[in-house]
Nanobody, 124 residues
Framework: QLQLVESGGGLVQPGGSLRLSCAVSGSTLANYAIGWFRQAPGKEREVISCINSSGRSTNYADSVKGRFTMSRDNDKNTVYLQMNSLKPEDTAVYLC?????????????????WGQGTQVTVSS
């Protein structure tokens, strides 16, 4: 059973940075494409980035493009999301998800393994 655990969330001022981690266990990370999602109160879950199994290909939502960078270290079974220039509208629970696939998918329903999420709050 694949398990994903997010960490690194917290409270940060506008313009600040955070790095989220998604630790994967129970299987070989290199077999999975990974997505980062977020869900704000009263809003639908949205995909913000995804990375293919090798790490050579990433996609980003327009709302985070140029500010967020996704990466992975398959040897450490960990995926990262570096978030810079954070804005109050980035406040949400951030979740990582895995799909046993080479390719990156942007649809929430494409992923069948989810972490519990980590809270990110951007506020002064």
């Amino acid at each position: 059973q694949l398990q994903l655990v997010e960490s690194g969330g917290g409270l940060v001022q506008p313009g600040g940075s955070l790095r989220l981690s998604c630790a994967v266990s129970g299987s070989t990370l290199a077999n999975y494409a990974i997505g980062w999602f977020r869900q704000a109160p009263g809003k639908e879950r949205e995909v913000i980035s995804c990375i293919n199994s090798s790490g050579r290909s990433t996609n980003y939502a327009d709302s985070v493009k140029g500010r967020f960078t996704m990466s992975r270290d398959n040897d450490k079974n960990t995926v990262y999301l570096q978030m810079n220039s954070l804005k109050p509208e980035d406040t949400a629970v951030y979740l990582c998800a895995a799909r046993r696939s080479t390719f990156c998918y942007s649809a929430t329903k494409a992923y069948d393994n989810w972490g519990q999420g980590t809270q990110v709050t951007v506020s002064s």
